[in-house]
């Protein structure tokens, strides 16, 4: 019987050269190395964790071992609240981390269509981005108290002022030849926002909603060492106090895990806003 399928595949290949075709030989070849070598790592770095432990080279009550973790995490789950401190921090991190960037990118533009404030406050944005805000904790439990509120705020505090600095810089970044040009033309200062600044900041955006990531889970894990009771951060608290550094491993690879799937979302926006303007 006539394939088809094979025929169209076997002719789309011919299109192309013996030189290209193995130059994406190449490429795929060294991804697939790439990621075999970051998995083997990973495999070793357990292995070696847990037969280090084992055999008490390394104390397991210090840094516990893999097989604990996997144990206490088995624990958690079967007491029904692994998924609830695992969902309480993320909702957190992704309600904070929505909001900076939204109001981090409001705040910019504002600063970028007035020259006038973007001056005034520029003293105070280096002196909020200076201060350590983990001196804001303890303020802001006052006025709003302990709770997921505080929490989120706190890691407002934290991501904010780097994505407003990020993005404005970029903004300011922008080649002026071309804002001249449109100026030439009778464009508007919307015009020149949406047509130009927005669109040659696009890489300044995306890079600071990366950054935007780790803050985020800074401000929120920070946000309940101080403040919280329940979630990932406060875990990590609680068993540091009772000496159970199984949780507090076991807390640290999740957070670890889930910061990775956030950031490659990230990641994975980018490309496909890169897609659709390449079109």
């Given amino acids: 019987m006539y394939d088809n399928s094979k025929n169209k595949y076997a002719l789309n290949m011919s299109t192309y050269s013996d030189e290209h075709i193995e130059y994406v030989r190449k490429v795929k070849f060294k991804k697939r190395l790439i990621l075999f070598t970051q998995i083997t790592i990973l495999v070793l770095f357990f292995v070696l964790w847990e037969v280090l432990a084992t055999y008490k080279i390394i104390d397991p009550f210090l840094v516990s071992q893999p097989t604990k973790v996997i144990k206490t995490m088995a624990n958690f789950y079967n007491d029904g609240t692994l998924f609830h401190h695992i969902w309480i921090t993320l909702y957190e991190t992704i309600v904070g981390f929505v909001f900076g960037t939204i109001v981090g990118i409001a705040v910019a533009i504002v600063l970028w269509w007035s020259d ?8 105070y944005l280096v002196v909020l981005n200076a201060l350590p805000k983990i001196a804001l904790g303890p303020i802001i439990i006052f006025w709003i108290g302990n ?3 505080a929490i989120i705020i706190i890691a407002l505090t934290i991501s904010l002022v780097v994505t407003i600095i990020s993005v404005l810089s970029g903004f300011q970044e922008v080649d002026k030849d071309k804002i001249t040009l449109l100026k030439t ?3 508007s200062k919307y015009q ?6 927005l669109p040659a900041s696009f890489p300044t955006m995306i890079s600071a909603l990366k950054i935007n990531v780790g803050l985020s889970w800074v ?6 060492f101080i403040a919280g009771k329940e979630g990932l951060g406060f875990l990590i608290t609680f068993g540091g106090q009772v000496s159970q550094l199984d949780m507090v491993m076991m807390s640290i690879l999740i957070l670890s895990i889930l ?3 956030m950031y490659e979302a990230v990641a994975f926006i980018e490309k496909l806003v ?3 303007h390449s079109k």
Avoid: H, N, S, W
Avoid at 116 to 123: G, I, R
Avoid at 219 to 224: A, D, L, P, T
């Fill in 192 to 197: 020149t926002l949406k047509y130009v600044i």
């Fill in 219 to 224: 401000g929120v894990i920070v946000g309940e």
């Fill in 185 to 187: 033309f009778g464009a």
């Fill in 116 to 123: 006038f404030t973007c001056k005034v406050l520029d003293p």
């Fill in 259 to 261: 910061a990775y799937l």
């Fill in 274 to 276: 890169q897609r659709k």
């Fill in 147 to 149: 709770g997921t509120t």
